[in-house]
């Protein structure tokens, strides 16, 4: 009964007043998709469900993209997009490596703790990423680790990082720290992102620290 209403609703809002069919953009396909695998995950959310919940016949989604894992690769790539560009501010300024370090660590952790449907996606929906579009969204998440690793590699070249701790390793433990928030954090919860931010930088940060002359 309800798909039937649902249907019914959607051949209604298919044509305007005029008899011509209603307009229908990418973005709001993929925004409307979004909030469905969040609330229902990737997998058990059909083109007919995006279909049904913008009031459109399956045709017109398919004028605009080819099928789900393309609508997913958009997804990716907004939040990609939208993290990097303060990454890159941060790692590229004139302060600091600790302070870098400091606010990128800080940055990794508001992202893990957001809890809006895009980011509840990218968290939760890896697996889905097949053939191109996963190469594609790993291509670019090296991208994105490689500037934690530059602003270890800078501290340690200025030698405020440990020279033998590798960039490479201790990013992707920063970041696995950091990320896991998107499995735990809860808004109610005792800490806030701040505060969890402040923690790790502590922790990683003094992981980093040079080693006083006595321990050699």
Known sequence: MRRTLQRATRR???KQEDGKRIRLTQGEIVEKAT???ARDGFGATSLDDIA??????????????????????HI?????????????????????????LRRAIEHQVMIAADRSPAMTV???????????????IKSR????????????????????????CDPKIATFGLLGMCNWLSHWYHEEGRLTPQQIADTFEYLIGSGLDVPSKWEG
Do not use: M
């Open 141 to 164: 998440q090296k991208s994105y680790e490689h500037y934690f690793e530059q602003i270890i590699r800078e501290g340690q070249a200025a030698g405020q990082f440990a020279p033998n």
């Open 76 to 100: 990716y790539l907004s939040v990609l997009n939208a993290s990097e560009e303060p990454l890159r501010r941060i790692a590229t300024s004139e302060q600091p490596p600790r302070e870098k």
């Open 52 to 73: 049904d919940a913008l009031g459109v016949s399956q045709a017109a989604l398919y004028y605009h993209v080819k099928n789900k894992e393309e609508i997913l690769r």
């Open 35 to 37: 909030e469905l695998f």
């Open 12 to 14: 209604q809002r298919e």
């Open 122 to 136: 990218f968290y939760r929906e890896w697996s889905h990423l097949t053939g191109p579009f996963a190469h594609e």
